[in-house]
């Protein structure tokens, strides 16, 4: 019996996925085999002997050690595309809420309720204090072509928009699926140029901290509406109110607000809406059930963070994996471990070549050796060990 922990009130129906004859799925759950997360911040958490996977219903890991976790055995997961729709309808109503002056107008409406029949007077004569340009035939750059991002371009495409799409990762199959219409910039200076509107769709990490900021923001366009979606730490908070200031932003929406940006003018401050939709939920939950039990079961990696994609079929016996330390070539080892206490390998993966800290080893076995989980623990470099029956 697997146990589940379940962190941030997690409740779906997709959690059914999660067998009750297999598993054992609660908030409570001690020294869990697996831990599925939304926000919850486990950088500070200690994890017990049996955890050996984390899967965030979400995008974003900045919640997780993902470093630490391939330290100690432990693959990440997350559940990219699941809650892309949500956010993708938020990115469009808050563009439309930068553009059009919706929540002042009806805030002013709100502040004139009392007035009875002056009400419908009152609003003739101040709806033209309220009004605001449309979006058809203005020009969208979305950086981070993604899941989200792509989705975010080819809606804006269908409403009418020019759509310039910019991301150095961009495969040729990605950019395939995306509308005609949607230029690709070879670089940002394009987007920075010609967009009314700038979608932030890139993840979050040291490398993209404050990657819109007084710099970048001074090669945009003058009255350029900017629209985070991704994450509150990819925008300066001190650049941002600068440029608001002076008039250089139109607006900004985000959807991560903080203590400066909440309450500041020309900020739309959004409380982390873009995947708060049944729909999103249960598709996180849906695909981080899966991965879970993928792993558990069968110990094939699907949608990892901290270590390479890996798929075996099952033979019908019992199966090897095996976290190990990247470029220690420990494959060729691992092997030589397997064969010498009497085993042959159906399998295998050697995820060597992956730009990743830690690689994984997967095999299937034609029997288990006695001694071989024990034998493999002692190779250095190796983090984690599992025989799956």
Same mark, same amino acid.
């Given at each position: ?74 693959? @990440?997961?997350?559940?990219?595309? *699941?809650? &892309?729709?949500? +956010?993708?309808?938020?990115? =469009?109503?808050?563009? !439309?809420? %930068? ?124 009255? @350029?509406?900017?629209?985070?979606? *991704?994450? &509150?730490?990819? +925008?300066?908070?001190?650049? =941002?109110?600068?440029? !608001?200031? %002076? ?140 025989? =799956?029956?």
């Amino acid at each position: 019996m697997y146990k589940v922990k379940l962190l941030n009130n997690i409740v779906s129906n997709e959690l059914n996925r999660l067998k009750a004859d297999k598993y054992e799925v609660s908030a409570g759950a001690e020294n869990p085999d697996a831990i599925m997360v939304r926000s919850a911040k486990l950088h500070d958490e200690v994890f017990g002997d049996a955890l050996k996977c984390i899967a965030r219903a979400g995008a974003g890991v900045n919640n997780i050690p993902l470093e630490r976790c391939a330290e100690e055995g432990i693959v @990440v997961f997350s559940t990219p595309g *699941a809650n &892309a729709q949500g +956010v993708v309808e938020l990115a =469009i109503c808050a563009m !439309l809420l %930068s553009t059009r002056n919706i929540i002042d107008g009806v805030q002013w409406v709100k502040s004139v309720a009392d007035k009875g029949d002056e009400v419908a007077g009152l609003v003739e004569k101040q709806k033209a204090k309220y009004g605001g340009p449309e979006i058809l035939g203005k020009t969208l750059g979305v950086i981070g072509l993604g899941a989200i991002g792509a989705k975010i371009a080819c809606s804006a495409d269908a409403l009418g928009m020019k759509v310039i799409g910019y991301d150095p990762y961009l495969s040729k199959e990605a950019a395939a699926r995306l509308a005609p219409g949607v230029v690709i910039a070879a670089d940002l200076e394009a987007i920075y140029k010609q967009a009314d509107f700038i979608s932030l769709n890139l993840p979050y990490m040291e490398a993209t901290k404050h990657f819109i900021n007084k710099d970048t923001i001074s090669k945009m366009k003058q009255g @350029v509406r900017i629209i985070n979606m *991704a994450r &509150a730490e990819l +925008v300066c908070d001190d650049g =941002i109110l600068e440029a !608001l200031e %002076s008039g250089h932003v139109a607006c900004y929406v985000t959807d991560f607000p903080n203590g400066k940006t909440a309450g500041a003018p020309g900020v739309i401050p959004i409380p982390h809406l873009g995947a708060s939709t049944p729909e999103s939920e249960d598709n996180c939950v849906a695909m981080a059930s899966d991965e879970i039990i993928e792993y558990l079961e069968n110990g094939n990696i699907v949608n990892s963070v901290n270590l390479p994609a890996a798929f075996l079929a099952r033979s019908g016996g019992p199966r090897l994996c095996v976290i190990y330390k990247n470029g220690t070539g420990l494959a060729e080892k691992l092997s030589g471990v397997v064969q010498k206490l009497g085993a042959s390998i159906a399998g295998s993966l050697n995820a060597d070549g992956v730009k990743l800290s830690h690689s994984y080893f997967i095999a299937d076995l034609d029997a288990e050796p006695e001694g071989l989980e024990a034998a493999v623990r002692e190779i250095d470099g190796v983090t984690g060990v599992r025989v =799956i029956p």
